[in-house]
């Protein structure tokens, strides 16, 4: 192969993935200032944080209703566990609670 031929294909090889990467980062500025123009708008934003927080109370309460004991007791665990004065009789101990070293040896 001829090395002009080589470098021009390296070249355009190269040259996609570049053009891809310019693409996202500005399609994610102009998208940025979009959502930002919309959430100014008067009352946008609270309707936003509103759903964002009723969207999280209906998936607490699917989850209160339609889990296992089993889901439930390691969830209630997990949330025990954050709390320094928490009675933890009956859970496991929480993988953050564990040393990397210990975890590492155990895979």
């Known amino acids: 192969m001829d090395k002009n031929k080589l470098k021009k294909w390296?070249?355009?090889?190269?040259?996609?993935?570049?053009?891809?990467?310019?693409?996202?980062?500005?399609?994610?500025?102009?998208?940025?200032?979009?959502?930002?123009?919309?959430?100014?708008?008067?009352?946008?934003?609270?309707?936003?944080?509103?759903?964002?927080?009723?969207?999280?109370f209906v998936w607490l309460g699917v989850f209160a209703f339609l889990s296992t004991s089993e889901e439930?007791?390691?969830?209630?665990?997990?949330?025990?566990?954050?709390?320094p004065d928490a009675d933890l009789t009956g859970c496991e101990s929480q993988p953050w609670h564990t040393p990397a070293e210990q975890l590492r040896k155990a895979d």
């Open 72 to 83: 439930g007791d390691r969830f209630t665990c997990a949330v025990k566990s954050m709390w």
């Open 10 to 56: 390296i070249v355009a090889y190269l040259r996609q993935p570049i053009h891809m990467i310019v693409w996202v980062m500005e399609t994610f500025a102009k998208n940025r200032k979009r959502l930002a123009a919309f959430t100014a708008r008067e009352n946008v934003a609270t309707v936003i944080k509103t759903l964002f927080v009723v969207t999280f």
